[in-house]
């Protein structure tokens, strides 16, 4: 009513809000939906987007709160470091799979923190980038930015090892530009049967679209 409001929201919350705003013919214009606790893709934010809203990215963990938020001029996946608050390194380390990734290193700097770290890792991979950002948070001092944030938690099933960051580029990009539906509508479930465990995909059953389970 106002012209403008923000919102906090998870990005799958998000999405979900967006998808029905456009299914009821409403316009989301003037709100900035503020994103944490899920990596924001660039198929999550487009999907916001698309309902008229901006989407926010903003980046926080259990033990630390909120360690960094977005300007205009960054990525979809990309925050500037909240450097008043704490230091991240980067630390090689060696995936279940494999492959090498760059663990965040994190140590806090606030007098007020709620835990003392000290080059503790979170479980979190990514790059930073300390190129010069023009924008407010940039001309405050805080030019490290993190960008492609990702868990380093892996989905194990029938011997199998799966990169997380491959999981979900399937069911926020890949699933709905090709079968049916939006990012946030398809699901995978691990579930154990019998000893073994099972990776199911689920896709919600209001999306659009037909769907043939071969071409799935």
């Known amino acids: 009513r106002h012209g403008a409001a923000a919102l906090n929201a998870y990005p799958t919350s998000a999405v979900a809000l967006a998808t029905a ?23 999550k934010a487009a999907a916001v987007r698309r309902s008229g809203a901006r989407p926010l990215n903003a980046y926080a963990f259990a033990q630390l709160g909120v360690a960094g938020t977005s300007c ?26 494999g492959e090498l990734v760059d663990a965040l290193a994190w140590t806090t700097l606030a007098t007020d923190c ?33 960008r492609a944030v990702r868990g ?4 194990v099933a029938s011997g199998v ?15 709905p530009r090709t079968v ?4 946030g509508q398809w699901q995978l479930v691990e579930r154990q049967d019998a000893g073994r465990t099972i990776v199911e995909l689920r896709l919600d059953p209001a999306a659009t679209g037909a769907v043939d389970e071969a071409e799935v």
Request: a negative charge; aromatic letters at 0%.
């Open 21 to 43: 705003a456009r299914k009821a013919g409403i316009e989301l214009d003037g709100l900035v939906v503020r994103m944490v606790g899920e990596p924001v893709t660039a198929a």
């Open 72 to 97: 205009p001029s960054c990525a979809d996946d990309e925050v500037h470091l909240l450097e008043h608050e704490a230091a991240v390194i980067l630390r090689r380390r060696a995936r279940p799979d």
């Open 114 to 146: 709620r835990l003392v770290l000290l080059n503790t890792e979170n479980d979190d991979s990514g790059e930073i980038d300390r190129a010069p950002c023009g924008c407010l948070l940039g001309r405050m001092g805080m030019q490290s930015r993190l």
């Open 152 to 155: 380093l938690t892996k989905s």
């Open 161 to 175: 090892t799966v990169p997380g960051d491959i999981l979900q580029r399937l069911v926020d990009d890949v699933l």
């Open 180 to 183: 049916a539906g939006e990012p």
